[in-house]
């Protein structure tokens, strides 16, 4: 099962802070709910765990997740990540591009670009409940992050 989920929004603050947020994944990884990094195995390489729920399943995922790409000059990142459910019933694939630009009135806009794929028991759900539950994860992703960035500019 495959789902491609096109995705932007803006935040308030400059360039330089959303970028080191979205390079360290000890700052961004925590406003995904449901996702943990737990180590650091390599350059742009970590493990973790990845915990979702769909409709009346719950999956959790042992999890890598790797930043294939870290253009600053274009402000672009490529991230994918390859779970294998920890009860052994599926795994799953993601591969989600996010670029920066100027945003409105100071700001940065964010667009993602996100191709999931889903193997196993939460495959039976479909496409349309797998893109609901990801709008509904990205939704939660941008209120935590927008907090996040918010503590930062307060905080320097």
């Known amino acids: 099962m495959k789902a491609n989920l096109e995705k932007s929004f803006e935040v308030p603050q400059g360039t ?3 970028w080191n947020h979205l390079i360290d994944p000890e700052k961004v990884m925590d406003c995904v709910p449901g996702v943990t990094i737990d180590e650091k195995v390599g350059d742009n390489h970590y493990k973790g765990k990845v915990g979702m729920k769909f ?14 790409k870290i253009d600053v ?16 019933q599926g795994n799953a694939e ?4 996010i670029d ?5 009135d100071g700001g940065v806009k964010l667009d993602a670009v996100m191709d999931v794929t889903i193997n ?20 939660q992703f941008v209120t935590n992050f927008s907090k996040k960035l918010k503590a930062a500019e ?3």
């Open 73 to 88: 000059e274009n402000r672009k990142i490529v991230l994918t990540g390859n779970g294998v459910d920890v009860k052994g």
């Open 94 to 97: 993601m591969k989600m591009s």
């Open 154 to 156: 307060a905080a320097v």
């Open 120 to 139: 196993g028991k939460i495959a039976q759900f479909g496409s349309r409940l797998i893109t609901t539950v990801s709008n509904q994860l990205f939704k």
């Open 55 to 68: 409709g009346p399943i719950g999956a959790k995922y042992d999890a890598d997740i790797f930043y294939d």
């Open 16 to 18: 330089e802070l959303v």
């Open 100 to 104: 920066l630009s100027d945003g409105t």
